[in-house]
C-alpha cells in the first residue's frame, strides 16, 4: 500500500493531479495507491493548521475504505514530492509521536523534499510560501516551526530514501543531504541518491530513472540496471 503526497510549495493551483502519473506507475506495478489532496494556500482554511489536519485526516481514511479488508495497512509507504516530501516526513513523525497504530506508516520516499522549513524561510524557496503556510518568521512562529519541520523532528524510526536532481533549482539537493545527515546522526536509517542531469519534477516522472529507484525501493523490488 502507498499513499503519494503531492507538492506545489503548499499552494494553488497545484494539487494531487501532479502525482497521477506516479499513482498510475505504482498501480502497474500491483501497489494499491491513496493520491492524497489537501488544503492548498488560496483556499479557505490552508496553511497552519488546516493543511496539516487534512494530511492526518486523509491519511486515517485509509482505515475506512470499502477496500480495507484486502489492504495492509500495517505497512503504509509514504511517498511525497517538493512540499509533499514535506508532508510525508512530518506525517511519519506525527503518526510516530501519537503512537503510530493503524494505518501505519512503515517507509517514506521523499522525492526533491522540503525538509527543513528554517532553511526554505532563509533561502526564500518557493517564493516565501512557508511564510504564508505557518503565519509569518521562525523568530514569531518558533514552536509551528518546531512542530512540523521534518528535520526538526528526527529519529522517524523506520526507513527513509530522500531523491533529489542536482539540477533542481527549485528544492536544491542541499535539503536531501542536510535532512539525511542529520537523520543517520539521529540513528535513522536513510539513504539519500542524487541524479545527474535530473531537475525539480523529473524525480516524479515515471520515464525517468530517480522516480523508478525510488519506486522500486517503495515496494522493496530493486530497479533493473539499465
Given at each position: 500500500?502507498?499513499?503519494?503526497?503531492?507538492?506545489?510549495?503548499?499552494?494553488?493551483?497545484?494539487?494531487?493531479?501532479?502525482?497521477?502519473?506516479?499513482?498510475?506507475?505504482?498501480?502497474?506495478?500491483?501497489?494499491?495507491?491513496?493520491?492524497?489532496?489537501?488544503?492548498?494556500?488560496?483556499?479557505?482554511?490552508?496553511?497552519?493548521?488546516?493543511?496539516?489536519?487534512?494530511?492526518?485526516?486523509?491519511?486515517?481514511?485509509?482505515?475506512?475504505?470499502?477496500?480495507?479488508?484486502?489492504?495492509?495497512l500495517s505497512s503504509v509507504?509514504?511517498?511525497?514530492?517538493?512540499?509533499?516530501?514535506?508532508?510525508?516526513?512530518?506525517?511519519?513523525?506525527?503518526?510516530?509521536?501519537?503512537?503510530?497504530?493503524?494505518?501505519?506508516?512503515?517507509?517514506?520516499?521523499?522525492?526533491?523534499?522540503?525538509?527543513?522549513?528554517?532553511?526554505?524561510?532563509?533561502?526564500?524557496?518557493?517564493?516565501?510560501?512557508?511564510?504564508?503556510?505557518?503565519?509569518?518568521?521562525?523568530?514569531?512562529?518558533?514552536?509551528?516551526?518546531?512542530?512540523?519541520?521534518?528535520?526538526?523532528?528526527?529519529?522517524?524510526?523506520?526507513?527513509?530514501?530522500?531523491?533529489?536532481?542536482?539540477?533542481?533549482?527549485?528544492?536544491?539537493?542541499?535539503?536531501?543531504?542536510?535532512?539525511?545527515?542529520?537523520?543517520?546522526?539521529?540513528?535513522?536509517?536513510?539513504?539519500?541518491?542524487?541524479?545527474?542531469?535530473?531537475?525539480?519534477?523529473?524525480?516524479?516522472?515515471?520515464g525517468k530513472k530517480a522516480?523508478?529507484?525510488?519506486?522500486?525501493?517503495?515496494?522493496?523490488?530493486?530497479?533493473?540496471?539499465?
Amino acid at each position: 500500500m502507498a499513499v503519494l503526497v503531492h507538492g506545489g510549495f503548499w499552494s494553488m493551483p497545484w494539487d494531487a493531479g501532479l502525482m497521477a502519473p506516479a499513482a498510475r506507475d505504482l498501480a502497474q506495478r500491483g501497489v494499491a495507491v491513496w493520491n492524497l489532496e489537501y488544503r492548498r494556500l488560496g483556499e479557505p482554511g490552508a496553511g497552519w493548521p488546516g493543511t496539516f489536519t487534512d494530511v492526518l485526516a486523509g491519511f486515517a481514511a485509509l482505515a475506512g475504505l470499502p477496500e480495507v479488508e484486502v489492504l495492509d495497512l500495517s505497512s503504509v509507504a509514504v511517498a511525497g514530492h517538493s512540499a509533499g516530501g514535506h508532508l510525508a516526513l512530518w506525517l511519519a513523525a506525527e503518526r510516530k509521536a501519537y503512537g503510530g497504530g493503524r494505518p501505519a506508516v512503515s517507509a517514506v520516499a521523499a522525492l526533491a523534499a522540503v525538509t527543513d522549513l528554517r532553511l526554505c524561510w532563509e533561502q526564500d524557496a518557493g517564493g516565501g510560501a512557508v511564510r504564508h503556510l505557518l503565519g509569518g518568521s521562525p523568530s514569531r512562529y518558533a514552536e509551528r516551526y518546531r512542530a512540523v519541520s521534518p528535520i526538526e523532528r528526527l529519529p522517524l524510526g523506520i526507513p527513509q530514501l530522500l531523491v533529489s536532481g542536482r539540477r533542481d533549482r527549485m528544492v536544491p539537493p542541499g535539503f536531501s543531504i542536510r535532512y539525511g545527515d542529520a537523520a543517520a546522526a539521529a540513528g535513522d536509517d536513510v539513504t539519500v541518491l542524487l541524479f545527474e542531469r535530473t531537475g525539480h519534477m523529473d524525480v516524479i516522472n515515471p520515464g525517468k530513472k530517480a522516480w523508478r529507484t525510488a519506486a522500486a525501493w517503495m515496494i522493496g523490488r530493486p530497479e533493473p540496471a539499465l
